[in-house]
T-cell receptor
């Protein structure tokens, strides 16, 4: 089954404790990205990747890192999480950087206390 | 400047009736794409429908249709014959630039929460 998976789905952590949210897709998609969703703000792009070893900042990259060592995986790293990073995070992928449908993962609900 | 505007924070509709969810957009790029996504209470984002800026016909997908009015920069979603399972948050989104362009970033509106009443 074609899908985007994220882990963990739910995470409660404390300020400053490094964490990684994994994202994996099995569709051989080139393009992957991370969004965060906050009430009243919709979804905003954090980082994106056009292909392996090619990443770039989205609209709200501060406090986040990403890597793309393999085509299927695009982890989101929070080196020192803060409470303002409490949010719902989505990973998305599409075949190319212009494919008209993006497939979203199920979301990761992160709470930083 | 907000690029995608959804002015209806919440809406009610009776089961089996049609409902229109409003979306206006702002872009100077002649080539763009418009999307609607559904987000049920379980949280996942479900792609519903897509309209390209050069598409001549309004997009339709089953009970969903997109009322695309380019001059007015609006891309309203019409759901016909509403069902209880349609209760969800609905997001309008835009991708600027042509297919195959440098980025596939989606710009989202703030969403409309639709409640279908029996």
């Amino acid at each position: 089954e074609a899908q985007v998976t994220q882990n963990p789905r739910y995470l409660i952590t404390v300020t400053g404790k490094k964490l990684t949210v994994t994202c994996s897709q099995n569709m051989n998609h080139e393009y992957m990205s991370w969004y965060r969703q906050d009430p009243g703000l919709g979804l905003r792009q954090i980082y994106y990747s056009m292909n392996v070893e090619v990443t770039d900042k989205g609209d709200v990259p501060e406090g986040y890192k990403v890597s793309r060592k393999e085509k299927r995986n695009f982890p989101l790293i929070l080196e020192s999480p803060s409470p303002n990073q409490t949010s719902l995070y989505f990973c998305a992928s599409s075949l190319t950087s212009g494919g008209h449908e993006q497939y979203f993962g199920p979301g990761t609900r992160l709470t930083v206390t | 400047a907000q690029k995608i505007t959804q002015t209806q924070p919440g809406m009610f509709v009776q089961e089996k009736e049609a409902v229109t969810l409003d979306c206006t957009y702002d872009t100077s790029d002649p080539s763009y794409g418009l999307f609607w996504y559904k987000q049920p209470s379980s949280g996942e984002m479900i792609f519903l429908i897509y309209q390209g800026s050069y598409d001549q016909q309004n997009a339709t997908e089953g009970r969903y249709s997109l009322n695309f009015q380019k001059a007015r920069k609006s891309a309203n979603l019409v759901i016909s014959a509403s069902q209880l399972g349609d209760s969800a948050m609905y997001f309008c989104a835009m991708r600027e630039g042509p297919r195959g362009g440098a980025t596939n970033k989606l710009i989202f509106g703030t969403g409309t929460l639709l409640a279908v009443q029996p």
